[in-house]
């Protein structure tokens, strides 16, 4: 026996299965954790950051000092997105983040108003 690998053998899953960094714990729904929704770690959130797994831990780091999206919370952690949203409940239920949604798309306004609008006010003031 050696204690060589066989070359054709290779690790191809990951050494950690995506069910113990959850504990189980199934996806939020999907429109509570957009890719664009903005997260942050509360002022409290270093003094529990103990307790976190190391997963939870490292998205809790991420988040210190500023806003960054989810997507890319998922990009720097290299966790999969639906992982993610999962850490993210775990640490807003815990209080340690806030989740600011994002802005929603303006909505189209009838170009026949914005005309009328924009003669109104030529005709006030004369430009």
């Given at each position: 026996m050696t204690d060589e690998p066989e070359p054709g053998l290779e690790l191809t899953s990951a050494l950690?299965?995506?069910f113990v960094i959850t504990n189980g714990r199934s996806l939020p729904p999907e429109h509570a954790y957009e890719r664009t929704t903005l997260v942050s770690a509360s002022q409290d959130a270093s003094a529990e950051a103990r307790t976190l797994s190391p997963e939870a831990r490292q998205v809790l780091e991420l988040v210190t000092g500023?806003?960054?999206s989810v997507a890319e919370v998922a990009a720097h952690t290299?966790?999969?997105?639906g992982i993610v949203r999962i850490l993210l409940a775990q640490l807003e239920e815990r209080g340690l983040i806030a989740a600011r949604k994002p802005i929603p798309r303006a909505e189209h306004v009838d170009r026949?108003?914005?005309?009328?609008?924009?003669?109104?006010?030529?005709?006030r003031f004369g430009a």
């Open positions: 950690v299965p995506l500023g806003f960054l290299h966790l999969p997105l026949d108003v914005l005309n009328a609008v924009l003669d109104g006010l030529r005709a």
